[in-house]
């Protein structure tokens, strides 16, 4: 046992919404490591600043939320696959002698969710359709790809940020007009909401789900609401059905054991603590 005091934390602007010092909090309590999750406000000016000085302030690591997420790249000294692939880091690893390591966990994180409550699904058993083409949808994408899935399709309300995806991750991907995603669900194994539709303060997602069969797991990144329409029309088809919460409490898991040193562990105490926080 050590008896410095571990220091972590997320940078973004805003910060003020953010659920991840609870989640940390909690697991710092847990395991009774003497340490401290702390949410820090920096403008995109001073990122390069503040990632230089937060090393030297004892800091281990910190999250990275918007609209920091692609610009960390650039300044990590080291960027791991998965996050060169995605063009986003949301977990960076400050080494003893200073250097950035950049990775991103939303991928982990999502896959994780969705094994939890859906333990027999497979990315392999079909197609998989995605809702939106932003940066969770890219860390999704390229989840679900490495994970063998034979066919995503995307759909994106601008087709262009769905044909850039095409071009990023390549033949795997199928490219939908928004107005058709309703008639690409009757073979789909997985269908994911990666778009802010449908959550507390936002458009409805207004695409018809007739299509949907018992087979298909729907999923949702968004938490607020924890059930979404999606998942309630989902839900009464006959879907298996995963909330947004977890892939937040998973992809949070690895950053936590790299920084302080102990393996995490998901469970329904952690998700109560993030939900009355």
Request: hydrophobic share 45%.
């Amino acid at each position: 046992m050590t008896d410095k005091v571990m220091l972590a934390g997320v940078i973004g602007q805003p910060i003020a919404h953010s659920r991840s010092p609870h989640l940390h909090g909690h697991w710092l309590k847990r395991y009774g490591i003497s340490g401290h999750y702390i949410p820090m406000e920096v403008a995109q000016s001073d990122l390069k600043s503040v990632l230089e000085t937060l090393p030297k302030m004892g800091f281990q690591g910190v999250n990275v939320t918007l609209p920091h997420k692609e610009a960390v790249l650039e300044l990590a000294d080291s960027v791991t696959d998965r996050a060169a692939l995605i063009g986003a880091a949301n977990t960076l690893t400050f080494t003893a002698d200073g250097r950035i390591q950049a990775d991103n966990t939303d991928g982990v994180g999502f896959l994780a969710n969705i094994q939890d409550y859906v333990p027999e699904w497979s990315a392999k058993s079909g197609p998989c359709v995605v809702f939106g083409a932003g940066g969770a949808s890219r860390a999704i994408i390229a989840a679900l790809s490495q994970a063998g899935a034979p066919l995503i399709r995307v759909t994106n309300r601008t087709r262009a940020r769905s044909d850039a995806l095409k071009d990023h991750f390549g033949a795997k991907i199928e490219v939908v007009d928004w107005v058709q995603a309703g008639n690409v669900l009757d073979d789909a194994s997985l269908l994911v909401n990666t778009t802010s539709l449908g959550m507390q303060g936002k458009s409805a997602l207004r695409v018809p789900l007739d299509g949907l069969r018992p087979e298909t797991v729907v999923t949702d990144i968004v938490y607020t609401p924890l059930e979404t329409e999606l998942l309630r029309t989902a839900k009464a088809a006959g879907c298996r059905t995963v909330d947004g919460l977890g892939m937040l409490l998973h992809q949070a898991a690895p950053g936590f054991e790299r920084w302080f040193g102990t393996a995490p562990e998901v469970d329904v105490d952690l998700r109560k603590a993030v939900l009355v926080s």
